[in-house]
C-alpha cells in the first residue's frame, strides 16, 4: 500500500512541476521573442525490497520522472513597433549580447541606448556587433539597419549584429530573462533581420490553458486515488487490530 502512495505522489511531484511550466509560458505571453517550454517526461522503474521467502520474483514499480526541460524553438508572429532600434530576426539566428559570465544569446530584439549610448536590451545587456559593443552619440542622427544586420548612421557604417546559429537549439540553457548560454556557436551566413519590429512570443495561450486544465484535472484524480489508498490502509489496520473472542 505505501508503494502505491510513492507511486502517486511521484505523479504529483512531476505534474506540479508540469504546472510551473505552464504558468511560466503564460506569464511571458507577451515577452518578445521568448520559447515556449514543456517538461519531458520518463517511466523509473524500481524494484521491491528482496523477499526471497516468496516463490514469485519481487515485481517492479513504475514512477514517474520529469527528467528535462525542452524549448519550443519555432518563430513567433512579427509585429511593427515603430521603434528604429527594434528587430526581429527572421529564421534562424541569435543576437549575441554581453553578460557578466561571457557570451550569451537571445531571440528578444526590444532595444535601446542606454545612458552611454551603448545598444542593450530591454534588461541592459550590451548587443555585440562582429566588432564589438555598438556605441552611438546625439550626432550620428538615425539609425538604419539593413536586412544583413548592417547598422548605418547620417555619419556612415558603424557595424553589423553578430548573429549565431546552433547545430543542436536543444542544447541550449536558460539564464533566466529571455537569455540562453550554448556551445560551438555558428555564424548565421544569410541572416534576415527586419528593422522596427520584434518577434512577439511563440506560446499559443489557449493552448496553454487547456494544457493547464488537463494538469489540474490530472492532480486531482491522482490525489483522489491516494485519498481512497489511505482509507484503504487505515480499514485494514482497524480490521486487524480488532480482538475477535
Do not use: C, W
Not at 542593450?120 to 556587433?129: F, H
Not at 484535472?217 to 480490521?239: E, W
Request: proline letters at 2%; zero cysteines; a negative charge.
Amino acid at each position: 500500500m505505501e508503494n502505491a502512495l510513492l507511486i502517486g505522489l511521484s505523479r504529483q511531484a512531476a505534474l506540479r512541476n508540469q504546472l510551473d511550466v505552464v504558468a511560466n509560458n503564460l506569464a511571458n505571453l507577451n515577452t518578445s521573442g521568448f520559447k515556449g517550454q514543456s517538461l519531458l517526461f520518463e517511466e523509473y522503474l524500481m524494484p521491491v525490497a528482496e523477499a526471497s521467502a516468496f516463490e514469485e520474483g519481487d515485481q517492479t514499480y513504475s514512477y514517474v520522472l520529469d527528467y528535462r526541460t525542452i524549448f519550443d524553438n519555432s518563430q513567433g508572429a512579427l509585429v511593427e513597433t515603430g521603434n528604429p532600434l527594434d528587430i526581429a530576426v527572421n529564421g534562424d539566428g541569435y543576437l549575441v549580447v554581453q553578460t557578466a559570465n561571457g557570451e550569451a544569446y537571445t531571440r528578444n530584439g526590444a532595444l535601446h541606448l542606454d545612458q552611454t549610448g551603448f545598444l542593450v536590451t530591454a534588461d541592459g545587456r550590451q548587443v555585440l556587433s562582429e566588432g564589438g559593443p555598438l556605441q552611438f552619440t546625439a550626432d550620428d542622427g538615425a539609425v538604419t539597419i539593413a536586412a544583413d544586420g548592417t547598422i548605418s548612421t547620417e555619419l556612415g557604417e558603424k557595424g553589423k549584429l553578430r548573429l549565431v546559429r546552433f547545430e543542436d537549439e536543444r542544447t541550449l540553457t536558460r539564464l533566466g530573462d529571455n537569455v540562453f548560454q550554448g556551445n560551438d556557436p555558428l555564424p548565421v551566413e544569410n541572416p534576415r533581420i527586419t528593422q522596427g519590429a520584434v518577434e512577439r512570443s511563440n506560446v499559443e495561450g489557449v493552448v496553454e490553458i487547456t494544457r493547464m486544465i488537463e494538469i489540474t484535472r490530472s492532480y486531482q484524480a491522482v490525489s483522489k486515488m491516494l485519498s481512497d489508498a489511505d482509507d484503504l490502509l487505515r480499514k485494514a489496520i482497524d480490521d486487524l487490530g480488532t480482538i475477535r473472542v
